[in-house]
């Protein structure tokens, strides 16, 4: 599976942006897909997964109510809406595909993006 992430970009604090990450190779749609980021001296963190068919969903407490994640199977597509985006989320944002049952630990997923930058400015 090889994952290309994109949608970051500089905005302001309120201001939305949403994240796409296009998949290709193996079967896109019997993956979890998860959303990570890493801020600037500090470790990857977990922001969201999805099941493959999107019956089990889970995020950071820190996202929650904010974010929204979304995958389309037919387009091997994830996303992840985010609302009202805060200066504390500027990071690296990382989508990974996870063959196993794991949902929110970076290490459970076997293939990583390449990571878009979101900066929020205050």
């Known amino acids: 599976v090889q994952l290309q992430a994109s949608g970051g970009g500089l905005v302001q604090a309120g201001d939305s942006l949403r994240l796409s990450c296009a998949a290709s190779?193996?079967?896109?749609?019997?993956?979890?897909m998860g959303w990570f980021r890493q801020a600037p001296g500090k470790e990857r963190e977990f922001v969201a997964a999805?099941?493959?068919?999107?019956?089990?969903?889970y995020y950071a407490d820190s996202v929650k109510g904010r974010f929204t994640i979304s995958r389309d199977n037919a387009k091997n597509t994830v996303y992840l809406q985010m609302n009202n985006l805060k200066p504390e989320d500027t990071a690296v944002y990382y989508c990974?595909?996870?063959?196993?049952?794991?949902?929110?630990?970076?290490?459970?997923?076997?293939?990583w993006g390449q990571g878009t930058q979101v900066t929020v400015s205050s």
């Open positions: 190779g193996r079967i896109f749609s019997t993956y979890i």
């Open positions: 999805i099941s493959w068919n999107a019956v089990r969903i």
């Open positions: 990974a595909a996870s063959g196993s049952s794991y949902y929110t630990e970076a290490r459970g997923y076997d293939y």
